[in-house]
């Protein structure tokens, strides 16, 4: 089983910055990726961005340049630093592991005002 808890969600206007982060229950050793999806009122859930064991990174092209995705091993948080926000970033925001299972965190609110 892995827990996962996301913080750094809010309210900004378009244009700011926000900082997601996700602890995990356990070592990230055993997980194979992070991840971060988001939902919005009245669409599907999409993927955000990734971060595999190695290091390696992927983005959605709706985030790239915007975003980044990171992660501290020693703390088992990943991150997600979202600069140039816009509106149609509003959405929940759900932090993921991939280990043998997959696992979702309760989701963090994020709403950008135009």
């Known amino acids: 089983q892995v827990q996962l808890v996301e913080s750094g969600g809010g309210l900004v206007q378009a244009g700011g910055s926000l900082r997601l982060s996700c602890a995990a229950s356990r070592s990230f050793f055993s997980i194979n990726a992070m991840g971060w999806h988001r939902q919005a009122p009245g669409k599907q859930r999409e993927l955000v961005a990734t971060?595999?064991?190695?290091?390696?990174?992927n983005y959605a092209d709706s985030v790239k340049g915007r975003f980044t995705i990171s992660r501290d091993n020693a703390k088992n948080t990943v991150y997600l630093q979202m600069n140039s926000l816009k509106p149609e970033d509003t959405a929940v925001y759900y932090c993921?592991?991939?280990?043998?299972?997959?696992?979702w965190g309760q989701g963090t609110q994020v709403t950008v005002s135009s």
């Open positions: 993921t592991a991939q280990a043998r299972s997959a696992y």
């Open positions: 971060i595999t064991n190695s290091g390696s990174t």
